[in-house]
């Protein structure tokens, strides 16, 4: 995997990826290149399955990562798949973390709050 070509997104995705090995998360999946990638985590009936960007265990609890940057936190398709992800941690007693740029956890939660999401935000640099 070249670093020098990847997009901002997937750095950070990278730098999850990273973090998550530091703190003995287990079974880590990603949406990179050269790393398994995340199963797709179900909602609805009819709608299709939604791929989170990072998934892991720790300490026998599923973990489902999803990474925003600037331009992505404030799309609608990212607010469908917060829901998506929020309704599956929930209904299996997993955990759903957001993961956004460092000084946008505060748009984050306003935008979690408003649309009735629950999750954990992590900010990262």
Same mark, same amino acid.
């Given at each position: ?26 079974? =880590?999946?990603? &949406?990179?290149?050269? $790393? ?9 009936? %009819?709608?299709?399955?939604? #791929? ?20 992505? =936190?404030?799309? &609608?398709?990212?607010? $469908? ?9 929930? %209904?299996?007693?997993?955990? #759903? ?29």
């Amino acid at each position: 995997m070249d670093i020098d070509e990847l997009s901002e997104h997937d750095l950070m995705i990278l730098s999850l990826v990273e973090h998550l090995k530091e703190q003995e998360y287990k079974n =880590i999946k990603a &949406d990179l290149p050269d $790393h398994e990638k995340p199963d797709g985590i179900p909602w609805g009936n %009819n709608i299709p399955k939604h #791929f989170p960007d990072v998934t892991a265990r720790k300490n026998d609890t599923f973990h489902i990562f999803e990474v925003e940057t600037v331009d992505s =936190i404030s799309e &609608d398709h990212s607010h $469908h798949q917060w829901l998506a992800f929020s309704e599956f941690t929930q %209904n299996t007693k997993s955990v #759903f973390v957001l993961v956004v740029p460092k000084g946008y956890e505060n748009i984050a939660l306003d935008i979690l709050s408003e649309k009735n999401i629950l999750a954990r935000i992590w900010g990262q640099d």
